[in-house]
């Protein structure tokens, strides 16, 4: 039971981790949610799934990059969320990544509790329940954020222990950055923009990696590890351990989504909503607690530069389809946050005119 091990919680900040470690057969009330929001457990991802799975090496490819380009619309359109392949990214950088988190969450309080904060707007920080102040309810989930890009202006700053993780997280977020950079050619392509269109403007951006650790859970069914949410930047590219994300579909079914190897998983954001005038729609996700085994997922998030406002592209503004988005940028998503629980309004819901 808690109270007879020798372990102190902070009271301004419940780690999912710490809570794990004292081996807890129930999980502690501030994390059960009402029974509406409670996930279903017993929905099994489908080796089947109906997610779309993008071969990569085919936008190379003279004749097959149209169809790719299509393929690549029509997931966003349909589901904000499609599965990759073939990104050029050798596995062993991932798992170099993944392993270096996986240590990363491995250390003793001590050296993880400098780096604890609840404001949003620090360049590093490690975290669980994303507002303490605003969230009612929270989370089974501790996390690490770093800004990444340019590296050599961030690196530094990020945890130096394990000793590997500088090195390790480093390589693996600048193949993350020149991975988006290729997704967004091709998505403006789908959107019957040029594929260099913004380059410049993703290639000077930013560049957040989330790296979540979802410790075992005793009561899955009643807790969940992150809440839905969408994700705030153009894009996300994300690497996971194990099953345990699940997304909304469009008729608001929750979508269980598998693990398979080789495979990283692109989110359409808000910032790509707004800048296509709502023809695709980021995807609505969350992050489901398990018995068995701790999940490790490293979720990276690209945008513009920090201030820089996102408006609807006046190509695809037209009489048909009206300017359906005031103009946001990553500071405001920010100021945003820090004010509102992410459980009560999402972001997006705040920047929509019609
Ligand atoms: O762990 C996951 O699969 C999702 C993480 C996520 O949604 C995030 O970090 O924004
Ligand atoms: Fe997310």
Not at 120 to 142: A, Q
Request: glycine share 6%.
């Amino acid at each position: 039971m808690a109270e007879e091990k020798d372990v102190v919680v902070p009271t301004t900040f419940t780690s999912a981790v710490i809570l794990t470690e004292m081996g807890l057969s129930h999980v502690p009330k501030r994390f059960i949610l009402p029974v509406s929001q409670r996930p279903n457990l017993n929905v099994k991802p489908s080796p089947n799934t109906s997610l779309p799975l993008v071969d990569l090496a085919l936008l190379h490819h003279n004749t097959l990059r149209s169809h790719v380009i299509d393929e690549i619309g029509l997931a966003c359109k349909e589901f904000g969320i499609f599965q990759v392949i073939n990104c050029g990214i050798p596995s062993s950088l991932i798992e170099g990544a993944m392993d270096a988190a996986s240590e990363f969450f491995n250390l003793p309080v001590e050296e993880k509790m400098p780096l604890m904060s609840d404001d949003v707007k620090k360049p590093v920080r490690y975290g669980t329940s994303l507002n303490h102040v605003e969230d009612t309810v929270y989370f089974w989930r501790d996390f690490l954020k770093h800004y990444s890009h340019p590296l050599s202006k961030w690196v530094n700053s990020w945890p130096s222990n394990p000793p590997q993780y500088r090195e390790n997280m480093g390589k693996y977020a600048e193949a993350m950055h020149k991975l988006s950079i290729e997704l967004m050619g091709a998505i403006f392509e789908s959107l019957g923009l040029m594929p260099k269109y913004l380059k410049d403007e993703m290639e000077e951006g930013m560049q957040v990696m989330a790296v979540n650790c979802y410790p075992t859970c005793p009561e899955p069914e009643l807790a969940l590890g992150i809440p839905p949410h969408t994700d705030y930047g153009c894009l996300t590219i994300l690497s996971q351990n194990c099953q345990g994300l699940q997304v909304k579909d469009r008729e608001g079914t929750w979508v269980p989504v598998p693990t398979v190897d080789g495979v990283l998983l692109v989110h359409v954001g808000d910032h790509l909503e707004v800048m296509s005038n709502g023809r695709y729609k980021s995807v609505v996700h969350r992050a489901t607690g398990n018995a068995e085994k701790r999940r490790i997922s490293i979720a990276s998030l690209h945008s513009f530069a920090m201030e820089k406002k996102v408006r609807p592209v006046p190509e695809l503004v037209d009489d048909q389809h009206p300017k359906a988005y005031g103009d946001i940028s990553f500071k405001d998503f920010l100021d945003f946050l820090s004010r509102h629980a992410i459980t009560k309004k999402t972001f997006i819901e705040t920047v929509r005119l019609i």
